[in-house]
């Protein structure tokens, strides 16, 4: 049997599904493989949540500095300003992808503080995120 596609992507954590849906919406053709069943990965054990700044009184300026000082120096300043510079648009296209998190009484999202973080950022599904991030993935 002979599979051709434009990309391979080697196991389903959410990096490779994410990636594997945002590349199949362009139009390439997409191959996931896994040794486990769909979404079956260490994502799918992650109970946190995703560290952006969404809440009114947070920036990505803010957030920036709050990783650049709990690195202690040893960040790479480029990459954190790529990751949260880019995690507002990732949790908004998870949303649209179909992740519940969890919400408020308002309706807005619920917003943890952890260590680190100076502002309410930690967007969460209850104490499953990632069981959350990896069934909407899959479902996408």
Not at 25 to 34: H, I, K, M, P
Not at 43 to 50: D, F, H, K, P, S
Not at 78 to 89: C, E, K, L, S, Y
Not at 100 to 113: D, H, M, N, P
Request: aromatic share 4%.
């Amino acid at each position: 049997m002979r599979i051709e596609s434009d990309y391979l992507i080697v196991g389903s954590g959410a990096a490779g599904l994410y990636f594997a849906i945002l590349t199949a919406q362009s139009g390439a053709s997409v191959t996931v493989v896994t040794k486990s069943g769909a979404g079956e990965s260490n994502t799918r054990y992650a109970q946190g949540g995703i560290a952006a700044a969404l809440g009114s009184d947070d920036s990505v300026a803010f957030h920036i500095q709050d990783t650049l000082d709990a690195g202690d120096g040893l960040c790479n300043r480029q990459a954190v300003q790529t990751a949260i510079t880019d995690g507002p648009r990732v949790v908004e296209d998870l949303l649209q992808l179909g992740t519940q998190l969890s919400r408020t009484a308002a309706g807005e999202l619920s917003l943890g503080r952890e260590g680190g973080h100076t502002r309410h950022r930690v967007a969460h599904a209850d104490d499953w995120t990632g069981r959350e991030i990896s069934r909407s993935l899959v479902a996408a």
